[in-house]
Nanobody
Framework: QVQLMESGGGLVQAGGSLRLSCAAS????????MGWDRQAPGKQRELVAT???????NYADSVKGRFTISRDNAENTVYLQMTSLKPEDTAVYYC??????????WGQGTQVTVSS
């Protein structure tokens, strides 16, 4: 019943920036934690960042200081601002939201490609 719409992926040169968005819609009771994971070809899926409803954040060590996660509770939207991008950031990025009654929902993924 909860639908996630991701946007903002694309191709960028090393050192550039991208902003990912993920909006939740549908029959929403209440959304708690939101976040982003990523998966590069041949690698395991990894957690990138999470944010609680109150704004507390957590980041993977590899992106600390470069990525910023934020949310707009009124719009049920989570963002990932990515700066100083590196080729190793190339991956499919998946947003996720925790709906307090039904559980976790995942976005379809958006491709981020960083060229050297």
């Amino acid at each position: 019943q909860v639908q996630l719409m991701e946007s903002g992926g694309g191709l960028v040169q090393a050192g550039g920036s991208l902003r990912l968005s993920c909006a939740a819609s549908g029959s929403i009771i209440s959304i708690g934690r939101m976040g982003w994971d990523r998966q590069a070809p041949g690698k395991q899926r990894e957690l990138v960042a999470t944010i609680s409803r109150g704004g507390s954040t957590n980041y993977a060590d590899s992106v600390k200081g470069r990525f910023t996660i934020s949310r707009d509770n009124a719009e049920n939207t989570v963002y990932l601002q990515m700066t100083s991008l590196k080729p190793e950031d190339t991956a499919v990025y998946y947003c996720n939201v925790f709906e307090t009654v039904r559980g976790v929902y995942w976005g379809q993924g958006t491709q981020v490609t960083v060229s050297s």
